[in-house]
């Protein structure tokens, strides 16, 4: 079993109440090996919601409280994205879980490469919250990019 964004599966889990289904990961997912989570609805965060950047750091900053995630207007909900990373974190401890497949670029789920600051479509080096939890406690993270679905 892995976990899987839920959004990448078609659950209408994103920011803006919409999803970012990957057909082949979607084909997966029927097989029953993927297990869908969303880690900003797992923190408590309703759907939709406003849309957020990490400031300050990455998702590992985050999780030293060296950085912050903020919405646009500057609402610091950092609390819930911690929340939600440890919720999967659980879930993942509990199912024995050693590998995720997450949503590229989010500042929950980015792996690698994040959005920047400033709400562009500009990348920056970094993990999000949740794969950054994920990754220190021996999880392998893959995006949909670069995770292969023909393997299985
Ligand atoms: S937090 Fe992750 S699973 Fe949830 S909508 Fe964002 S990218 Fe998808």
């Known amino acids: 079993m ?5 959004c990448l599966v078609g659950i209408n889990c994103r920011f803006n109440g919409k999803n970012k289904a990957n057909e082949k990961l ?13 880690p900003e609805q797992l923190g408590g965060l309703p759907t939709p ?3 957020c950047t990490i ?3 990455d998702g590992h ?12 207007k500057g609402e610091d909900l950092t609390a819930y994205f911690v929340k939600g990373a440890h919720e ?6 509990l199912l024995d879980i050693k590998e995720a497949i997450l949503k590229s670029r989010s500042p929950s789920c980015g792996c690698g490469k994040i959005y920047c ?4 479509r500009k990348l920056r080096d970094g993990d999000g919250v949740t794969a950054a939890l994920l990754k220190e406690n021996g999880i392998k993270v893959y995006t949909e990019r670069n995770f292969n679905c023909s393997d299985y």
């Open 26 to 38: 979607v084909e997966l997912f029927k097989k029953g090996i993927l297990i869908p989570l969303c």
């Open 49 to 51: 919601r406003p849309p």
């Open 117 to 120: 600051e400033d709400f562009t």
């Open 88 to 93: 999967v974190l659980a879930i993942a401890h």
């Open 2 to 6: 892995k976990i899987v964004s839920a």
């Open 61 to 72: 900053d985050v999780l030293k409280g060296k950085a912050k995630v903020l919405t646009r």
């Open 55 to 57: 400031v300050g750091g």
